[in-house]
C-alpha cells in the first residue's frame, strides 16, 4: 500500500544556497534564540518574545511546504510555496522582522529551516520543523540463504502514464440539474431570437459578432457589472456569502429568512417583480454577448467591466427559483452548495458554429472522456543473482590472474569520446530509471495509442460528440480488459525487464572481453592459509516493488499533426553553425529533369556543375568541318582529307589564292573534279601624245611610262554538293589532287560531315549525362543523410521521447493557437501559456503515420511503431523522423475542462475566471463526465507485483555454498 504523502521519501536531494546569513542592522550584540524542532506534516510555532507566528504543511510526497507567516495579533501576513528545488524565499515585514526560509531533504525526512531577524538584537537560525519519512521494509529475497542485501529508501517514483480513453461520453442526464442554471424565457428575449435567426445564414460568425457588439454598446440591457443596477442586485454578493456559510441541514423557512434579511423580500416576491424579470434577461443577454465578442474583447474598451459578477448573478436568480418552488434537496449542505456554484448554460441557438482556423493539414478535436493510469516503481533493494565465474585457490597457492592490452590507441580515443558523450547525455537525463527508459521505448512503440478507427463521430453543431464503433487499437478487447486490471502493466514491466536482462548479457561479454584486452593484473595469495579458497562472484540484480495506479478521469482531446519531425531535423541541419540541407532533385528544377530528353546541348552544363559531375562527354556534333591548306610552290599536290569516325561527307568547296590569274588552276577530291581557269594578262599602255610620231618610224617605249602589273586571283569555288551516287565515305579519307603552273597560290579545302547516326549517339549521350546526373545526385542525398544521421544521433542519444513528445507539443500548441476567432499576433504568447498549462502534455500518447495528414482516410494499424524487432532497435523513432502525419490524444489537466471546452467552441480565452464559464448546451455530454463524483479522484493501487532486473555489476558472495532452489515438490535442487 502506499503511505501517506507527509511519510514518502523525497524524490531529490535539495541543497541549500550557500549565501551569508542575515545581520542585524544594529552594532550591538544579538542574541540567538533556541527552540525545539516540530515534528508533523503540518503545525504552529510561535517564535518566544516576538510578535511572528510561523505556520506550515508539508505536501507534494515531502518535496514542498505552504509556510503562512503573520505577525501578531493583526499585522501583515504572508503566504509562501517552498519547493525543495528553489533552495530559498525571502520575507520582510519592517519593524526588523526578516529573514529567509528553505526545506532540506535527507534521507530521514525533510526539514524547514530559517534565518530570521526578529528584533534589532534578536536573530533566529536552525531547524523549525521535521518531517520524518518512515523506515524502508526490508525486501524479500527469494533465497534467504544466498544472496545480499543493500537496504534503500522507500521511494516510489511514477515511471510511465497510460491513457485509457472510454467508448463515449457519460449520458448527459445524469448530471445533476441543481448544477446546471438555464435561462428560463430564452425565446423572449430580443438578443437571444436575433441570434437564433443568423445562425442558419451565410456568414453566420461574423454576423453573430456584430449582433453582440451591437447590444454591448447598448446600455441598458447590456450590464457590465452587478453593481451598476443597484440595489437589491449589488447585494447578491453578500447573500451568496451568508448562504455559503450555513452549514449542515438548513430548513427551508430558515432560508427565507436569509433571503428576507439581505433583499427585504421573500424570494417568490422577489422573483415577481417585473423589475427582477427584466433585469434576468438582461445578465443572460449580456453573458452570450459577452462569450461571442470573447475573441475581440479587447477592442471593445468596456468600462467597469465585471464578468464574474453576470455569472453570480444568474446563480443566485437560479437559486431562488428553487427556493420559491420549494425544493426539498436545498436543506442539505452539499446540494446547497452545488447549486451556489451552478454552470450557467448558454442556449445552442447563441453559439457561433464550430471554429474553421484549423493550421494547414492539422486539427483537433474533442474526442472524449478516460482514465490517466500510471506505473509506480520502488527499489526495495539488491539481490545476488546467477553466478558469473569462480575463483579457486588451494592452500599455500598464489595465483596472477593477467590480461593483455591488444585495443589500438586511436579505438581507445574514439571509446572515449563515445564515454565523455554518454556522460553528458547521462547527466542530462539525471533522474530516470532504467526501467523508466525501457518502457518508454516499449509501451510507446508497441500500446502508444488506444482509439476506435472506425468510430463514426456524431455531432450537434460541432459541440457534441458521441462515438460509436469497435475500439479496433494495438490491443484487442481481451488485452484491455487485462489492462484495466493491471495485468498488461504486469507484462510490459517483465518484457522491458527482459530487454534489460538481453542488454545487461551483452554489456557483461562486452567488460569481460574489454577486461581481456587492456592491461588488468590482480594477484590472488592463499600462500600463508591452511585452508582451499572459494570465491564465488555473481551477478548483482536489482528488486522493485511495482504498482499501477488510476490518477482519475480526463478530457480527451486529438491533434493530427503533419511532418511531425520537420521542426526538429531543421534544427538538427543548421546545428553547430553548419547548416546541411538536402540536395535538390532534378525532377524539382526549374524547368524540371524528368527523365534524359530534358537533357539539352545549353542545359547540361549548368546540370553538370550543379551536381559537381565530371567525365562526362560533350554532345555528338551532327555536322562537322574538316579543313585542309595546301600552299606552292612545289610539286603537284597529292594528299587525302581525313573522314571522322561514323560521319558522312556531303559537301566540299575550296578558297584559292593565286599570285596570276592567268594561271589555272585544276583540282580532284575525291569523285568531285574542279578547275579554276586563268585569265590572261592585259599589256600595259600609256598615253598617245598630242602630236603622232611619223608612221613609219614606231616611237619607242618610254621607260619610265607607268606600268600595269598582272592580277592575282582570289576566288572561292561555290559550295558543291558531292554526287549523291558518289557520297563521300562514311570512314576513311578523300584523295586530293591539286595541279596549277603560277608561281605561287594557295587552296584551302573543307569538307562538311554528317553524322551517320546522329540521333541514336545522342540520345545515348543524353542517357549517359541523366544517368550521371541521377547518380551524382544519389550520392549528393546518401552523403547527405549520413551527415544528418550522425547529428541525429548525437542530438537524441537517451531523449528520444523527449524529442518526439516535445515536437508533437510544439506542433500542437500551433494547431490550438490556429482555431482562435479574432487573436493577433500579441495575443499569441497568452494563448500558448493557456495550453500549455491546460493540458497534460507529459501524458499524452501519439502514434506515427507515413502518410500525409489527411490520407487515407481510415488509417491501418500497420504502422512502424509496432515493428519494433530486437532490443537494440528504435523503430518508432524511426517512425517518427519519417512520419507524414501523427496522431496525438492530450488529455485536459483537472480543474480546466470548462475553459478548454468554451474554447472549442468560441475560439477564444474565457473572459471569466476558473469555475465562471458558462457552458453551450451541446456541451452537457461531456461536462456530465467531469461533474461525475469519482471523475477526477485518484484511486489506490489496482495491482501490486515484484519485479527483478539484472545488471552488469558483480559481487563477490559471502561464503562458498553454491545457491540451491527449491523444486515444485519441495525437494532441494
Not at 382 to 399: C, K, Q, W
Amino acid at each position: 500500500m502506499s503511505m501517506p504523502k507527509s511519510q514518502e521519501r523525497p524524490r531529490r536531494q535539495a541543497g541549500v544556497s550557500a549565501e551569508p546569513p542575515l545581520v542585524a542592522k544594529s552594532e550591538g550584540p544579538r542574541e540567538k534564540m533556541q527552540i525545539e524542532p516540530v515534528h508533523g506534516c503540518c503545525g504552529t510555532v510561535d517564535f518566544v518574545r516576538s510578535v511572528l507566528s510561523i505556520a506550515w504543511q508539508c505536501h507534494d510526497e515531502g518535496e514542498a511546504a505552504r509556510v503562512r507567516l503573520w505577525l501578531r495579533p493583526e499585522g501583515p501576513e504572508a503566504t509562501y510555496e517552498l519547493d525543495a528545488r528553489r533552495a530559498i524565499c525571502r520575507f520582510d515585514f519592517g519593524a526588523n522582522v526578516r529573514g529567509r526560509l528553505w526545506l532540506v531533504l535527507s534521507r530521514q525526512g525533510a526539514s524547514l529551516h530559517g534565518d530570521i531577524q526578529l528584533s534589532v538584537s534578536e536573530v533566529f537560525e536552525g531547524r523549525i520543523a521535521d518531517w520524518p519519512f518512515a523506515s524502508p521494509p526490508v525486501p524479500t529475497r527469494r533465497d534467504p540463504n544466498h544472496g545480499v542485501v543493500v537496504e534503500n529508501p522507500v521511494e516510489w517514483r511514477d515511471i510511465f502514464p497510460f491513457l485509457v480513453e472510454n467508448k463515449r461520453f457519460a449520458p448527459r442526464d445524469c448530471i445533476a440539474e441543481r448544477r446546471l442554471v438555464r435561462c428560463p424565457d430564452a425565446g423572449t428575449l430580443p438578443l437571444y431570437v436575433l441570434l437564433a435567426g443568423l445562425k442558419g445564414e451565410a456568414g453566420a460568425a461574423a454576423a453573430m459578432l456584430a449582433a453582440a457588439k451591437s447590444f454591448i454598446g447598448t446600455t441598458p440591457p447590456f450590464v457590465a457589472y452587478l453593481a451598476s443596477l443597484g440595489s437589491p442586485y449589488c447585494d447578491f454578493a453578500d447573500l451568496w456569502a451568508r448562504l455559503l456559510e450555513l452549514s449542515g441541514v438548513v430548513g427551508l423557512e430558515a432560508l427565507d429568512t436569509v433571503v428576507t434579511d439581505v433583499l427585504g423580500v421573500s424570494a417568490a416576491d422577489f422573483l415577481g417583480e417585473s423589475a427582477a424579470i427584466a433585469v434576468r434577461g438582461d445578465l443572460w443577454q449580456s453573458i452570450a454577448a459577452l462569450a461571442l465578442t470573447a475573441p475581440v474583447a479587447d477592442t471593445l474598451s468596456i468600462p467597469k467591466l465585471d464578468a464574474g459578477s453576470l455569472i453570480l448573478g444568474v446563480r443566485m436568480f437560479g437559486f431562488l427559483d428553487e427556493l420559491s418552488r420549494r425544493t426539498s434537496w436545498l436543506s442539505d449542505e452539499r446540494p446547497r452548495r452545488e447549486a451556489l456554484a451552478a454552470i450557467p448554460v448558454l442556449a445552442n441557438d447563441v453559439t457561433p458554429p464550430a471554429p474553421t482556423g484549423n493550421a494547414p493539414g492539422g486539427w483537433v478535436e474533442l474526442l472524449g472522456a478516460g482514465r490517466l493510469k500510471t506505473i509506480r516503481q520502488r527499489l526495495n533493494g539488491y539481490d545476488a543473482g546467477e553466478i558469473a565465474f569462480t575463483v579457486n585457490l588451494m592452500p599455500h597457492e598464489s595465483r596472477v590472474l593477467t590480461d593483455r592490452a591488444l585495443s589500438r590507441s586511436d579505438e581507445r580515443a574514439r571509446e572515449a569520446d563515445v564515454d565523455t558523450i554518454h556522460e553528458v547525455a547521462k547527466e542530462e537525463t539525471e533522474g530516470r530509471s532504467e526501467l523508466e527508459n525501457e518502457l518508454a521505448d516499449i509501451v510507446a512503440a508497441q500500446t502508444s495509442c488506444k482509439h476506435c478507427d472506425d468510430a463514426k463521430t456524431y455531432a450537434t453543431d460541432a459541440l457534441s460528440y458521441s462515438l460509436l464503433g469497435t475500439n479496433t487499437g494495438t490491443l484487442g478487447d481481451a488485452s484491455r480488459s487485462a489492462f484495466a486490471g493491471g495485468t498488461l502493466a504486469q507484462r510490459l514491466t517483465r518484457v522491458a525487464a527482459n530487454r534489460i536482462d538481453r542488454r545487461a548479457t551483452r554489456e557483461r561479454r562486452r567488460r569481460l572481453l574489454e577486461e581481456r584486452e587492456h592491461v588488468s593484473r590482480v594477484e590472488i595469495d592463499n600462500r600463508t592459509g591452511p585452508m582451499r579458497e572459494v570465491g564465488i562472484y555473481r551477478w548483482l540484480r536489482k528488486l522493485y516493488g511495482m504498482s499501477l495506479i488510476d490518477r482519475g478521469g480526463r478530457l480527451i482531446v486529438e491533434l493530427l499533426v503533419p511532418t511531425p519531425a520537420a521542426a526538429y531535423l531543421d534544427l538538427v541541419d543548421n546545428d553547430a553553425g553548419v547548416p546541411i540541407s538536402p540536395p535538390v532533385a532534378p525532377s524539382s528544377l526549374t524547368p524540371p529533369i524528368q527523365g534524359p530528353a530534358d537533357i539539352t546541348a545549353t542545359n547540361y552544363l549548368s546540370l553538370l556543375t550543379r551536381y559537381q559531375v565530371s567525365e562526362v562527354d560533350p554532345p555528338p556534333e551532327q555536322v562537322r568541318v574538316v579543313t585542309q591548306t595546301y600552299q606552292s610552290p612545289g610539286p603537284p599536290v597529292l594528299d587525302a582529307v581525313t573522314i571522322p569516325n561514323g560521319y558522312q561527307a556531303t559537301e566540299a568547296w575550296m578558297t584559292v589564292l593565286v599570285s596570276n590569274q592567268a594561271y589555272t588552276l585544276i583540282g580532284v577530291l575525291g569523285d568531285w573534279l574542279f578547275t579554276l581557269p586563268g585569265t590572261p594578262a592585259v599589256a600595259a599602255t600609256r598615253s598617245a601624245p598630242e602630236t603622232d610620231p611619223p608612221k613609219d618610224c614606231p616611237a619607242p617605249p618610254d621607260p619610265f611610262a607607268p606600268v600595269t602589273p598582272p592580277q592575282p586571283g582570289a576566288k572561292s569555288l561555290p559550295s558543291q554538293s558531292l554526287p549523291v551516287n558518289q557520297g563521300g565515305p562514311s570512314t576513311g579519307s578523300l584523295p586530293v589532287a591539286l595541279l596549277c603552273g603560277a608561281p605561287f597560290y594557295s587552296a584551302s579545302i573543307a569538307v562538311s560531315c554528317q553524322l551517320v547516326d546522329y540521333a541514336d549517339r545522342y540520345t545515348a549521350w543524353q542517357m549517359e549525362v541523366y544517368a550521371a546526373l541521377m547518380a551524382a545526385y544519389d550520392s549528393q542525398l546518401i552523403a547527405f543523410r549520413e551527415t544528418r544521421r550522425r547529428r541525429v544521433e548525437d542530438t537524441s542519444r537517451d531523449r528520444r521521447r523527449t524529442i518526439e513528445t516535445g515536437a508533437l507539443k510544439s506542433a500542437g500548441l500551433q494547431i490550438l493557437w490556429a482555431l482562435q476567432t479574432g487573436g493577433s499576433a500579441t495575443d499569441e504568447p497568452a494563448y500558448l501559456r493557456f495550453f500549455n498549462r491546460a493540458f497534460e502534455w507529459k501524458e499524452m500518447a501519439y502514434e506515427f503515420f507515413p502518410w500525409p495528414s489527411g490520407a487515407p482516410q481510415t488509417p491501418g494499424r500497420d504502422w512502424p511503431g509496432e515493428r519494433l524487432v530486437h532490443p537494440g532497435s528504435d523503430v518508432l523513432f524511426e517512425s517518427f523522423l519519417a512520419a507524414g502525419s501523427a496522431r496525438a490524444l492530450v488529455p485536459v489537466t483537472p480543474s480546466s475542462e470548462l475553459d478548454v471546452l468554451f474554447y472549442l467552441v468560441y475560439g477564444s480565452l474565457p473572459p471569466w475566471r476558473a469555475g465562471e464559464v458558462p457552458i453551450a448546451e451541446a456541451q452537457l455530454t461531456a461536462v456530465a463526465e467531469v461533474l461525475s463524483p469519482d471523475f477526477g479522484a485518484e484511486r489506490p493501487p489496482e495491482e501490486h507485483w515484484s519485479l527483478e532486473v539484472p545488471t552488469a555489476h558483480l559481487i563477490l558472495q559471502d561464503g562458498p555454498a553454491l545457491p540451491t532452489f527449491e523444486r515444485g515438490n519441495g525437494t532441494r535442487a
